[in-house]
């Protein structure tokens, strides 16, 4: 994804928790802000977002970023935005999950 920014001529930045300190960073990255842990990453990451986009899970780490959106958001610890989820290991995720507005089990939501 931020490749497709940099390569628009936007601005990609990257929020890096400190314990992946020795990895090779991205290097479409416009610039870098490191984190102690990885709390304080996905709070960095929500600060001042318009909207979360969350590419097919490869780790854990996306779908821990996702549940954490969807619990603060429905803690009222956030402001209502899109959710986007892309690839499709997604639907296999969220098969079964209730949605708690509806009951549906579809897995489809909008974060708010």
Do not use: H, Q
């Not at 990885?38 to 549940?67: K, N, Q, S």
């Not at 296999?92 to 009951?103: E, Q, V």
């Amino acid at each position: 994804m931020s490749r497709g920014v940099a390569e628009a001529g936007g601005i990609a930045e990257g929020v890096v928790c400190r314990v992946f300190e020795e990895r090779t960073t991205n290097s479409y990255l416009s610039s870098l802000l490191w984190t102690d842990d990885l709390f304080e990453r996905t709070r960095r990451l929500m600060e001042g977002a318009a909207c979360f986009i969350a590419m097919d899970p490869r780790t854990g780490g996306a779908l821990c970023e996702v549940v954490s959106l969807r619990t603060m958001s429905k803690a009222g610890m956030m402001d209502a935005k899109e959710l986007y989820l892309v690839g499709p290991r997604w639907k296999a995720i969220l098969t079964g999950f209730p949605n708690p507005a509806t009951g549906d089990a579809n897995g489809r939501e909008r974060l708010r």
